[in-house]
């Protein structure tokens, strides 16, 4: 039904039958936000498990007719999609979610061909906000470029609006229904918005406050901690006190890793037999990007070495961007010998570390406290993310301990469940 472009695309996706694995995570979460008492999600999970495509569908369904019946959704849903890389400031935001307010953009990108009526309305009503605030000369000061809410496309921003008012105009606009926003990339509020960021935190605060029936707000990054941290709940932080709903994903079962797989190849016609399923099932963690890749690429090249080479280049390239961007670091080479160790044994102590580089153990402590502060380990040093093993290529072919038979390629001297040809799955 689907072509192994879409099964094995490296885009971020929405369509339900095309999540592999997340059934049950999507039918959680449309009965989780639909609850009166949940407000804000926060969604967790390694690079490339499908934190963004998860919420993207989720808001697919949400607003989509078909699905809506077939999840069983009653309310009236409007989408908000905002990633966050390229909002720099408060200002940025509020235009953005007035913009997209007015224009259906999210259901655009989601491609829902059909702009249901409900979701006119809201458009319309925010343009009524905006010109009542303007006529009353109250709140809304009109940017510096000048704004027209005319009925025509050519909306002008900036609107000198603050968050807060924002989330007034959203919440009177969507009267009769509801709005899901989204926001992902949450990492660059905590790394860039310096002294704003407790005004993005009042944007939530309000909104869970005062518009929980009908604002909901689901959140992610690439990596998760520096957003942990924006979301802290400590007695001296904005959202002390406020419920953030927490939901973790993370690799897909053999099964439905398996079912991609196939899938796609069946989709492109190619050869494949068990020994490659297992084995590429072991080797890339059943981390659905991570499968993409490898599936993308074993089309591309029909062998199994090749595409596994390739999928962990790919993914190996993730690992040195989310290094690279560490800022303040001394030596980037002692980092490149701590992911290596890391990658090969899983775990990394602030002493062997400080044996093999020949530094301080304090000097050691702080280059973990940074590989815990991108996610590659948690706070014993243990490798969190196994994405982080794409940094290696020494695979060993290994035999079934339970049959004597069967084989498969797994990663040497990681402890981890794998699956050998004759379908037995092993705790190594
Ligand atoms: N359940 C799934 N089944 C199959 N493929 C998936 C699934 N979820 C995501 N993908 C694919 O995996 C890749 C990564 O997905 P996505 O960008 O949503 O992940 P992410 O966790 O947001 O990644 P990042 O850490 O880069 O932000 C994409 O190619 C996407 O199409
Ligand atoms: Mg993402």
Not at 34 to 52: A, E, H, M
Not at 147 to 165: M, T, W
């Amino acid at each position: 039904m689907f072509s192994y472009t879409e099964i094995f695309s490296d885009k971020e996706r929405f369509i339900p039958e095309l999540l592999y694995g997340r059934e049950d995570a999507l039918r959680k979460l449309v009965d989780l936000v639909s609850k009166q008492d949940l407000t804000l999600f926060f969604i967790k999970g390694p690079r490339r498990s499908g934190k963004s495509s998860l919420l993207l569908t989720l808001l697919k369904i949400l607003s989509n007719g078909e699905y809506k019946q077939k999840f069983n959704v009653k309310d009236n849903w409007i989408p908000i999609m905002v990633k966050l890389d390229a909002v720099t400031s408060p200002l940025s935001l509020s235009n953005l979610l007035l913009r997209r307010g007015l224009t259906n953009y999210t259901l655009k990108r989601l491609n829902v061909k059909k702009i249901p009526t409900y979701a006119k309305v809201f458009s319309e009503k925010i343009e009524e906000q905006l010109t009542v605030g303007r006529a009353l000369g109250g709140g809304i000061s009109l940017g510096n470029i000048g704004a027209s809410v005319s009925k025509g496309k050519n909306f002008a921003f900036p609107y000198s609006i603050d968050l807060s008012l924002v989330s007034d105009i959203l919440y009177e606009s969507a009267e009769g229904s509801k709005i899901i926003i989204m926001f992902d990339e949450l990492q660059y509020i905590y790394e860039n918005w310096k002294d704003n960021k407790s005004i993005f935190l009042q944007f939530l605060k309000k909104i869970s406050d005062e518009y929980y029936d009908r604002i909901k707000v689901v959140m992610t990054g690439s990596v998760i901690r520096p957003a942990e941290l924006l979301l802290s709940k400590d007695y001296t932080e904005e959202l002390h006190g406020r419920h953030i709903e927490e939901y973790n994903i993370g690799e897909i079962s053999f099964d439905d890793a398996e079912k991609m797989l196939i899938d796609g190849f069946t989709s492109a016609n190619v050869n494949y037999n068990d020994y490659i399923l297992s084995s590429a099932l072991n080797l890339t963690f059943r981390i659905p990007g991570w499968l993409a890749y490898f599936g993308k690429y074993y089309v591309e090249t029909g062998k199994l070495l090749e595409a596994i080479n390739k999928s962990y280049e790919e993914m190996g390239s993730l690992v040195r961007e989310e290094l690279g961007k560490l800022k303040r670091i001394k030596k980037r080479e002692y980092y490149d010998t701590a992911v290596n160790m890391l990658a090969k044994k899983g775990i990394l102590t602030p002493l062997e570390l400080s044996k093999q580089l020949n530094i301080s153990a304090h000097e050691a402590e702080i280059i973990l406290n940074n590989l815990n502060y991108i996610d590659f380990i948690n706070e014993k040093g243990e490798l969190k993310d196994y994405t982080i093993a794409s940094l290696r290529n020494d695979f060993e072919e290994m035999i079934c301990p339970i049959c004597n038979s069967g084989r498969a390629l797994v990663l040497k001297g990681l402890h981890y469940f794998v699956r050998f040809s004759c379908k037995h799955v092993v705790k190594l």
